[in-house]
């Protein structure tokens, strides 16, 4: 069974983006479930080996908190030994097995795993066969629509074999596989495949703002919704969806407000073996939009370590 979750609002996963720290603030700030960033089947059976004689576990490599929770942890990978075995590994840690058919990178498609598993349709079969009959925690599927314009309804026929095969929850990004990011995300589709499902739907592209959440829910009827991009150097917007989703109305957040919270993700990034570009980037992303943001955004980018970097958003927030 699904776990129960505190919010319609979820963070995406987003691989290079999203770390421990974020998801652990977006919790914080209200998501409903945050979701590691996609993970190859393969790598988590070597590692574990390694860990192990290390007499370690599987979270060295995945890292997580426990306030994190409820969690879910995202496979990719189409091996269907290598699959049953990492599943296995990582299920005592997550509350929720994720499985990736929706990424549009070459290096993954190419392998057969992501967005291109949508045209294989038997192999789609066995893979989620093979994940729920691996595991006792529920297992759910990140979805595109198709892979190309002329396949874009592909997610009917693969959402009516996941939901044979006992996945527990689907998440729809209505882009196809070779639209990449480009155009739109087609959020009738969402309404389409809510109308013809008969397990939770969490509809996800192109939601920036709560009005956009809460027109997603409201026009699709999907039962919770995902933000990737939207949340990205912007923790508040989950508690804006929550409370605009029950009063209408939400608190607006100045630019020193996110600074602060990026101060607040810095603390969190202690705990965990987060790489210093990515936490770089980071900053580059709180500070996004922001009055002499670009100045500032050059700034970042020549400081080398974490001291600096604490240094010029400091200066940055005591000048703003
Ligand atoms: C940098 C980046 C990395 C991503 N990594 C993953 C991933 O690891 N797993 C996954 O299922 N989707 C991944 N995605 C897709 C997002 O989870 C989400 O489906 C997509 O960005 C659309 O939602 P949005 O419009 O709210 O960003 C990634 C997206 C971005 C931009």
Redesign the pocket.
Known sequence: MLPKFSSRAFL??????SDPALRLQCKQMGAGLVVT??TNIHSIIAKEKQLKEKMSTIQEFIEYSEQERPLSV?LFGSDLSALEKAAKIVEPYFDIIDY?M??PAPHITRQMAGGALLQEVNLTQQILRTLVNAVHKPVTL?IRSGVTDASKFLFREISEIAEDEGIQMITF?PRTVSQG?SGT?DWNLIKELKEISNIPIVG????TTPEDAKTMIDETGCDYV?????AMGNPFLFEQINDYLKTNSYKEYSFKDRLDAFFDYLHLTSQYKIKFVNIESQAMRFTKGMNGGSKLRSKITLSSNIEDLEKIMNNAYTTS
Do not use: L, S, T
């Not at 995406?12 to 983006?17: D, F, H, N, Q, S």
């Not at 996800?204 to 939601?207: A, L, P, Q, R, T």
């Open positions: 995406a996963p987003m691989a290079g983006v960033e996609f995202q990736n929706g990424c990140k990004h990011y995300a996800n592209g192109d939601i995902m933000i990737g991009r939207g």
